[in-house]
């Protein structure tokens, strides 16, 4: 009707690639601090509050407080929940100070907004998943010494599989019960299921490695990993085709266009305008002239006779990495974002009564150690942090299962 409003809100695209960011992050397993990090060191600003603050990253404006829902983790926003009335504010008698008291659930007021969804339910889903895990890790820490941090400092998933074992009777997590054992929360909090057995995390922990090096090694996935390098090249082959061919045939009108204004000219027919086309001209073509410089001559595809003992130092590399002391913090955190889950099934008949089945991507847990020269690699650094240097450049593996 032509009435002005004001106040809606809009997605702010450079936002909503940060928070982009730091849920895939965390998702993959980087501590909360450690994002902080790489966000301050790439410069990217922080939220502040009003103008106040000094605009930095830090550990808190990402974890935040999950009751309150503060925190770039817990804000439902994101995925496309507004939420009101979280909190009241009284005065303090003493100081005159406003102090904030949370509202019982009963009382938010919660209003769907899609258009302002940046994160999908899945990632938001699997992120709380993992807050819930380091949840539960300290608070069985803290049942056994009161000094032990507070939920809302934890920093790192304590363990190399928290968060991601689930119980194959009744789909629940399998947490920390004791300093050394794994058990179904949901048999141990609620009752609602049956299994009580429990098995040594160390017991798990070595299973899933052992079984991930033993299983990766079985000849069908060395086919499988030569058959997709292969894939993988020819892909790479096709683009880099595709790239220069529209290159060329952009550079090739430019230089068709160019001529066509040289002849005009030469035949006696001028206007000023035509040297001001001739300049852009002449700069589009020394532009595509570098950029095709610049485009990598595509290669015949050949097979490195060496591709599978590169293979398999790849997966030997991989146990290297989580052992050693410079890099298993973040390779344990890396391998754990590229795992789905672990399903534990109590089986008498299996060893220490457990089956344990893993659901993940080959190709990108081949990413954690692997190099595409055939050299011997390890975990290392970059100045973007942590990195995964691959062997194959894509993922294109299909979600497999591995009974370990």
Known sequence: DGTWT???????????????????????????????????????LAPRAGGRGKGTWSFSTISGNWKRGTGILNN??????????????????????????PNPPSDWITEHVPTLRIISDSLWSRVKARQGAIRDDILVERGQNPAAPKTERARRARYLLSGLLQCGCCGSGYSMISNTRYGCSAARNSGT???????????VEERVLS???????????????IAEFQ??????????????????????????????????????????????????????????????TDLPE?????????????????????????NADDTREEAADILRGLIEKIVLLPDAAAPNGHAIELYGELGAILTLCGTGDGTNAKARRSSAGFRQVTMVAGTGFEPVTFRL
């Open 6 to 44: 004001t106040g809606d809100r809009v997605i702010n695209p450079t936002e909503a690639a940060i928070v982009e960011r730091i849920f895939t992050e965390y998702d993959r397993g980087r501590s909360a601090r450690a994002i902080a990090i790489g966000l301050n060191r790439d410069g990217i």
């Open 76 to 101: 439902e926003l994101y995925v496309g929940k507004l939420v009101w009335n979280r909190q009241r504010f009284i005065k303090d008698p003493d100081n005159g100070k406003r102090q904030a008291r």
């Open 193 to 203: 299921c049956q299994n009580r057995k429990t098995v040594q995390r160390s017991v």
């Open 211 to 225: 079984g991930l090096k033993t299983t990766l090694m079985h000849p069908d996935m060395i086919r499988e990993f």
């Open 231 to 292: 894939r993988e090249m020819q892909q790479q082959r096709l683009s880099t085709l595709s790239a220069r061919a529209g290159v060329e045939h952009e550079l090739d009108r430019v230089t068709k266009e160019i001529n066509n204004i040289i002849t005009a000219i030469a035949q006696g027919m001028f206007h000023p305008s035509m040297k001001a086309r001739m300049d852009g001209l002449e700069t589009d073509k020394a532009r595509l002239a570098t950029q095709l």
């Open 298 to 322: 595509p290669e015949p595809i050949t097979l490195h006779p060496g591709l599978a003992d590169t293979y398999a130092r790849t997966i030997a590399d991989l146990v290297t990495a989580l």
